[in-house]
């Protein structure tokens, strides 16, 4: 196949949500073998072809990753060595990298499309989303790079192209409201659960944390701030101008004397003194004939957001939710009182690699 029809590849951060995508890369090569694996680089090895010529071994990719001797590429490397390339490149960015992120104008505007689960490109200063949307392709610059992000939001879930699509077809946005963290449903459908009582706040905590729900230290989860950057990036496909998670009440699960604790270990050790505020707020709306969830929420009319703890009653779609389970309602003027409603497994590296691959192939029917 000459090389001007090939597509070019380069992955960044091949641990984790890298390794599935990867993983799913081999099979979507199969059926469009155009595709040529250039790049595959972590934070200490990276594998490059020296040229274009070849693509990297889809078999043995990962060994021959762990025994490179090639210099780590930087970004700035990376996107000089994907200019020379004879056809169309495609950047995978796996990373939650916020370095990586400042760079994604630059790939767009020598061509290079981007896809990527990276949530702070997109809700990180407004001044960034900005400069990303003028730096991808229009119709005023077709021979841009493409952008898709599905799954910075909801992971594999079709959150932000249902978003697009309501707008893109004149519907007015009234409302946007869910569960948008795996960790927190998964927190308080155990510790809340409408069956039975549950265990303690802390038990629930560590449990998550054993089950890998949470992150290395889980105040990282509890502190709502992936919540908020969610809602940061919904809100701005709504056309509202918000400028960060900072301009908008993000409720904290993180008890005021453990914020400054030395390490995830030591908050979990000393979490069971402040089980009694978690367990007065379960029993409160239990109290009420209710159930409490994490929740973010977004009034388009108002500009409004916020993030944190509200009670929902039994019946209702957010209190019945299970296991870690994501459920985003938007709430338009076409659905009226019936909201349009996407549920289902918002967090996981597979599932979260498969929204960065279906967004590879929405660019590969664009350039291919």
């Known amino acids: 196949m000459p090389s001007s029809k090939r597509v070019y ?162 519907d007015q946005v009234v409302k946007i409201e869910g569960v948008f963290s795996g960790t927190m449903s998964f927190l308080f459908n155990s510790f809340a659960p409408l069956d039975g009582e549950g265990g303690t706040w802390s038990q629930e905590v560590q449990n998550a944390k054993e089950k890998g729900y949470t992150e290395p230290d889980p105040r990282d989860d509890l502190n709502g701030v992936d919540v908020a950057r969610k809602l940061v990036i919904l809100a701005r496909i709504a056309g509202l101008d918000i400028t960060g998670t900072a301009a908008f009440p993000v409720q904290s699960l993180i008890p005021g004397p453990l914020e400054q604790v030395a390490s995830g270990a030591d908050f979990l050790a000393r979490l069971p003194e402040f089980d009694a505020d978690m367990e007065s707020v379960k029993h409160e709306a239990r109290d009420q004939g209710k159930a409490v969830r994490y929740v973010g929420s977004i009034d388009v009319a108002k500009g409004e957001l916020k993030v944190g703890l509200e009670k929902f009653d039994r019946e209702h779609p957010i209190a019945a939710l299970k296991g870690s389970d994501n459920i985003i309602a938007f709430h338009t003027k076409r659905y009226g009182s019936n909201p349009l409603i996407i549920q289902g497994a918002g967090a996981g590296g597979a599932v979260t690699a498969m929204g960065v691959a279906a967004d590879l192939l929405k660019v590969l029917q664009s350039i291919a």
């Open 9 to 170: 590849v380069a992955v960044i951060g091949a641990g984790g949500v890298g390794q599935h995508f990867l993983s799913q890369f081999i099979h979507i090569a199969k059926r469009h073998p155009y595709l040529t694996l250039t790049v595959i680089s972590r934070t200490s090895k990276c594998l490059f072809t020296e040229d274009f010529t070849h693509s990297l071994s889809f078999n043995t990719w990962s060994s021959d990753l762990a025994t490179s001797n090639q210099p780590v590429l930087t970004t700035h490397e990376i996107l000089a060595y994907l200019s020379n390339a004879p056809g169309k490149c495609v950047l995978v960015d796996n990373t939650s990298s916020q370095d990586v992120a400042q760079t994604y104008p630059l790939f767009l505007r020598k061509g290079i499309s981007v896809v990527t689960p990276n949530k702070k490109a997109f809700s990180d200063t407004l001044g960034l989303w900005r400069d990303i949307l003028s730096a991808a392709h229009s119709a005023e610059h077709p021979d841009r790079g493409f952008i898709y992000h599905e799954s910075s939001v909801g992971a594999g879930l079709p959150v932000i192209s249902t978003l697009k699509d309501l707008i893109d077809t004149g």
